[in-house]
C-alpha cells in the first residue's frame, strides 16, 4: 500500500509540473478576440495563433484573424525579454505590413499588441486551446 501511495503521489506531482510549465511558454495553440485600427477604421477580429519554440527563448508565431472585412494571415518571431513578456517584429504579406509585437503571458491567457507600419495596431486577449 505505502508503494501505491507513493506512486500516486509521484503521477501528482509529475502533472503538476507539467501544467505549470505549459502554462509559463508561449509554444502551442492559442485563439480569441480583440481590436484592429487602421485607416480611421476599427474592426473586431478573432484569431487563432500558434507559437513554436525556435530555439532558448526564441518563438515563431502564424496567425489567422478575421473581421467583417475579411481574413489575414500574420508570422511573427517573437523573443522572451523578461518574466512572462516577449517582443519582437510581425509581418503581412497581404499587406505587406511590418511592425513590432509584444507579448504579454499569464497562465493559459495572454495579452497581444501590434503596432504596424503605415499607424495601423491591434489589441488581442488570447487563451491557451
Known amino acids: 500500500m505505502p508503494v501505491l501511495a507513493f506512486i500516486l503521489a509521484f503521477a501528482a506531482a509529475v502533472m503538476a509540473t507539467n501544467t505549470q510549465a505549459r502554462?509559463?511558454?508561449?509554444?502551442?495553440?492559442?485563439?480569441?478576440?480583440?481590436?484592429?485600427?487602421?485607416?480611421?477604421?476599427?474592426?473586431?477580429?478573432?484569431?487563432?495563433?500558434?507559437?513554436?519554440?525556435?530555439?532558448?527563448t526564441l518563438y515563431r508565431m502564424n496567425a489567422t484573424c478575421a473581421t467583417p472585412s475579411g481574413r489575414v494571415d500574420q508570422t511573427a518571431t517573437l523573443n522572451r525579454v523578461g518574466d512572462g513578456e516577449y517582443s519582437g517584429s510581425f509581418h503581412n504579406s497581404q499587406y505587406n505590413v511590418?511592425?513590432?509585437?509584444?507579448?504579454?503571458?499569464?497562465?493559459?491567457s495572454q495579452h497581444?499588441?501590434?503596432?504596424?507600419?503605415?499607424?495601423?495596431?491591434?489589441?488581442?486577449?488570447?487563451?491557451?486551446?
Not at 27 to 37: P, Q
Open 23 to 56: 502554462a509559463d511558454t508561449l509554444a502551442g495553440s492559442w485563439s480569441g478576440s480583440g481590436s484592429v485600427h487602421y485607416s480611421q477604421t476599427r474592426e473586431r477580429a478573432r484569431c487563432r495563433v500558434r507559437y513554436s519554440r525556435v530555439s532558448g
Open 98 to 108: 511590418t511592425g513590432s509585437i509584444y507579448v504579454k503571458l499569464r497562465g493559459n
Open 112 to 129: 497581444v499588441s501590434l503596432s504596424g507600419s503605415g499607424g495601423g495596431r491591434g489589441s488581442f486577449s488570447l487563451r491557451r486551446r
